[in-house]
């Protein structure tokens, strides 16, 4: 069984920072793309950062020079450090990985519950 769990959510003030970690835990073997995505209210899920296991990024338009992903493949974990954050930047935010359990096995999307982000105005 493979679990995603995020952690960092919360209220911040249009301006501020916050900082997301999402640590993926049970059998696996190797882990191929971490990522963010996120679901406003209303509107469908959309990829916010992304990171390979090399540390290849690549960012939503509306994030870019605001946010910054890293990870740490020993630790498993996928970080979004995100700054100048904006009202439009509310949303519930997903951890995502591409998870093999064995070496023959192919990649499978897991996903976190969720954290959710308010910046208010």
């Known amino acids: 069984q493979v679990q995603l769990v995020e952690s960092g959510g919360g209220l911040v003030q249009a301006g501020g920072s916050l900082g997301l970690s999402c640590v993926a835990s049970?059998?696996?073997?190797?882990?191929?793309?971490m990522g963010w995505y996120r679901q406003a209210p209303g509107k469908q899920r959309e990829m916010v950062a992304v990171i390979d296991s090399g540390g290849m990024t690549n960012y939503a338009d509306s994030v870019k020079g605001r946010f910054t992903i890293s990870r740490d493949n020993a630790e498993k974990t996928v970080y979004l450090q995100m700054n100048s954050l904006k009202p439009e930047d509310t949303a519930n935010y997903y951890c995502n990985a591409a998870i093999s359990q064995r070496s023959t096995y192919s990649y499978v999307d897991y996903w976190g519950l969720g954290t959710q982000v308010t910046v208010s105005s």
């Open positions: 049970g059998s696996i073997f190797s882990i191929a793309s």
